[in-house]
């Protein structure tokens, strides 16, 4: 089965600093990942996705995340971190069932991403 | 674009009411998505719909809920009845033929 797993349930990073937050994932044949933040109240965002080629992928506020096959995992940067960043983000793994990908998501558990000033 | 609307907002009710959650997704996708989240067991997935028809429903959690798409437009989620286990915020979201999806800003659900 498709999983996707985010290993730190909290991310601390100050103002300005880069920020990774991690992802790594389980898959049968080629993964689509995908990233989504949510802020407090609200649904989830979406910030980037992969599905083929550049193994750098670049997504929106700044966001990029790197493909890594070799070691299953697809992490979210940023060079410089905001203190509007600060909120909660998804990893996600198209689901694929019989052979075929679906359009079903499978979400990670989430990373809080806190930012301090 | 108005994104995918959902109501109400918050609800509040008694256990062993009837609840039912409501979607609009955005027009011209295809896919309906219905998710439940909480802190214990995160994002799940209930159940998606494409082109109004129900496609996966293994994830409802039992009989007691009940998932419509009667057009294109519109969705209904319904919960019979309710307990305060199924307190939770309630994602509707739509795709096209592939992701991403799009998220409504959900529904919180409290049972008391």
């Known amino acids: 089965a498709q999983s996707v797993a985010q290993p730190e349930d909290q991310v601390n990073v100050a103002e300005g600093n880069p920020l990774t937050v991690k992802c790594t994932y389980s898959?049968?044949?080629?993964?689509?990942l995908f990233w989504y933040v949510q802020y407090p109240n609200r649904g989830l965002q979406f910030l980037l996705k992969?599905?083929?080629?550049?193994?750098l992928v670049k997504g929106s506020y700044g966001f990029e995340a790197e493909f890594n096959k070799s070691q299953t995992s697809f992490h979210l940067k940023k060079p410089s971190a905001l203190v509007s960043d600060s909120a909660l983000y998804f990893c996600?793994?198209?689901?694929?069932?019989?052979?075929?990908?679906?359009?079903?998501?499978?979400f990670g558990t989430g990373t809080l991403l806190a930012v301090q000033p | 674009d108005a994104g995918v609307i959902q109501s109400p907002r918050h609800e509040v009710t008694e256990m062993g009411q009837e609840v039912t959650l409501r979607c609009k997704p955005i027009s011209g996708h295809d896919y309906l998505f219905w998710y439940r989240q909480t802190m214990m067991r995160g994002l799940e997935l209930l159940i998606y719909f494409n082109n109004n028809v129900p496609i996966d429903d293994s994830g409802m959690p039992e009989d007691r809920f009940s998932a419509k798409m009667p057009n294109a437009s519109f969705s209904t989620l319904k919960i019979q009845p309710s307990e305060p286990r199924d307190s939770a915020v309630y994602f509707c979201?739509?795709?096209?033929?592939?992701?991403?999806?799009?998220f409504g800003n959900g529904t919180r659900l409290t049972v008391t």
């Open positions: 898959v049968s044949g080629n993964p689509y």
């Open positions: 992969y599905i083929t080629g550049d193994n």
């Open positions: 996600a793994v198209r689901d694929v069932r019989y052979g075929g990908a679906t359009n079903k998501l499978i």
């Open positions: 979201a739509s795709s096209k033929d592939s992701p991403p999806l799009h």
